[in-house]
């Protein structure tokens, strides 16, 4: 009787594969998320600090003295006649050469530049100055998408299973 | 009879109830993945509409960049420096001059300002 019980309960067991110990099925986990990509922003660099250098305009123009100034009104007043700071005849070119010497311990020496060059100066100055302001827009255009203040800055999508 | 039933019961019921309940884990997660995907898709569309609107501001600003250099440079078209130089070399020394200034202050503005940025 003993071994007729055994025997049912291991047929039993055989063929009902063991399915009498219920197993909860196993659970999938499928995770789609936008991740927040960290970007340490960069120390700026320095400001620019430029030193203006002095132009000279120069012609062989005769300078017209400055009118004398009215000691009351301290206005010029041209009908009290000029100042006399300069020979007759005295140009501008006379002046930016006595100036030079002066400057240069009496040696005429000086660097010189066309007006055609001086407008291809300033050309070339605006085209830098053009390029950095839109190389700025740039990096704040870059700053402003990738910065963390806000979620939306910089998504990716990660698809963990 | 009862073995009949039994058995019944275990190979029919049981594997459909275990599929059952697989079944059931595969929607939810569906569904938690729909979410999560709508929630993605959600945060793609706000990064997408600030990078338009900050690209929108860069390209304003870099064709206002463009007109000023345009308008500066029209100065020399519409003004014969060389004979304005040559007849009144003290005016225009001093024009030229502070233009000078006033370009190189403008560039110190420019990098003050990016410089500023993490402030």
Known sequence: MKSKILASAFI????????????????VQIITKPVQIQITQPIMPRPIDLKEPKW?????????EACLKDPETKKSNCKLGREDLYPEGYTYFDKFVADIKKKHGGDLVFIAMSIDDYELMSYNTQELKRYISQLGEVIVYYRDV????E????????VEE | MAAGGYMYYQFSVVPMQRE???LKGVVMAQELR?????????AIQ??????????AVLQQNNQQYETEMADYLDIFRRHNISKLASAKPGMIEKRVNASTE?????IEDISKRIHSLND
């Open chain 2, 46 to 55: 706000a990064s997408v509409e600030k990078a338009t609107k900050a690209n």
């Open chain 1, 12 to 27: 039993l067991l055989t063929i009902s594969g063991c399915s009498l110990f219920k197993q909860a099925p196993r659970e």
């Open chain 2, 102 to 106: 006033a370009v190189f202050n403008e």
């Open chain 1, 146 to 149: 990738t910065i963390d203040d």
């Open chain 2, 34 to 42: 729909n979410q999560e995907q709508i929630a993605a898709i959600a």
């Open chain 1, 56 to 64: 000279y305009v120069v012609s062989d123009s005769k300078i017209i």
């Open chain 2, 20 to 22: 059952l309940d697989e």
């Open chain 1, 151 to 158: 979620p939306a800055a910089a998504v990716g999508v990660q």
